[in-house]
């Protein structure tokens, strides 16, 4: 994994997500194309502000959003491994 936490200029941010709960696990591909869909948060924050919120709502095209906790979920860069021997 690279040491750079936004997406850049030349590909998007390309993350995988597993989803455990609900009695219907699942693994998800994502991607992030845009540093407007990367937000800085507080240290420690344990769930969106209403600012957050506004901005997630915003950025999803949705007027009245639903946001769901996750809790069990982990979450994965994918990066491009090195070649063998550089």
């Given amino acids: ?12 941010w390309c993350l995988l997500v597993h989803d455990p709960e609900r009695g219907d696990p699942k693994w998800i591909v994502a991607f992030v194309v845009s540093g407007a ?9 344990e769930s969106p ?7 997630a709502a ?4 949705v007027a009245r959003p639903a946001l769901t906790a996750l809790p069990a979920a982990r979450v994965w860069l ?9």
Avoid: F, H, K, L
């Fill in 1 to 12: 994994m690279t040491d750079n936490p936004t997406p850049s200029a030349n590909r998007p």
């Fill in 37 to 45: 869909d990367v937000r800085s948060a507080e240290t420690g924050a």
């Fill in 78 to 86: 994918i990066d491009e491994s090195p070649a063998p021997g550089s």
């Fill in 58 to 61: 915003s950025r999803a095209g």
């Fill in 49 to 55: 502000d209403e600012i957050t919120a506004a901005w």
